[in-house]
């Protein structure tokens, strides 16, 4: 199963008030192993940045000036998601984003089922606890110690480690490995063999003798009668 853990960087809170995206991060998954793949990139907003927004992330408009607009880079963005599952945290807010950028170039929307909101789950798995990305990385011994300011490539990084044991372990599905080849059967399970010479036993003739004495005196009901 193929999965883009994802997270953006905007102006604002609002597309429809003419807020946009500056930086899209994502890291592809393979049955829930990272693969290596990424995708990133910093977008011109074609706006002024607000000083709110500069604070939370740090891109400025001085850094952003060159950076190509959301037009130049939304068919590769589109082609490196393809229908894979999106795993975003608050995923609402990053995918009407998405949504609002593709639409104004015409391009195809991202279903809405598409996604995998990572906050809700955290929710729903630890009731009335704090479920900001920095909270889960506290709570699972996660290193987020890079992340002074918010960042979409770092973000989807550490996201993709809380996703992993929001599903059950950073190796869910034990997949060490992506590979589907194999060289030699599959053991799904260990079982103990008879030992070809039992051990000797370790209890004396005079232990043997005295512990016999001491079940008898127990009369004939006793548990140990029953299990010899």
Known sequence: MREIVLDTETTGFEPEQGDRIVEIGAVE??????????FHVYINPERSMPQEAFQVHGLGDD????KPKFAEIAQDFLDFVGD????????????KFLNAELRWLNLRQLPSDQALDT????RQRFPGSPATLDALCRRFGI????RTLHGALLDSEILA??????????????GLSTSTETTGPIETAWRPRPRSQPLPSRI???EA????????????????????
């Open 63 to 66: 850094f952003l000036r060159d």
């Open 161 to 174: 480690e809380v996703y992993l044991e929001l599903v059950g372990g950073r190796q869910p599905d034990f």
């Open 119 to 122: 906050l809700m789950m955290a």
């Open 143 to 146: 290193d987020n110690s890079n």
């Open 29 to 38: 998954l393979m049955g829930h192993v990272p693969t290596g793949r990424t």
């Open 84 to 95: 894979a599952r999106l795993v975003i945290h608050n995923a609402t807010f990053d995918m």
């Open 204 to 206: 004396t003739a005079e």
């Open 209 to 228: 003798a005295a512990h016999a004495a001491f079940v008898n005196k127990l009369g004939d009901d006793a548990l140990w009668k029953k299990l010899a």
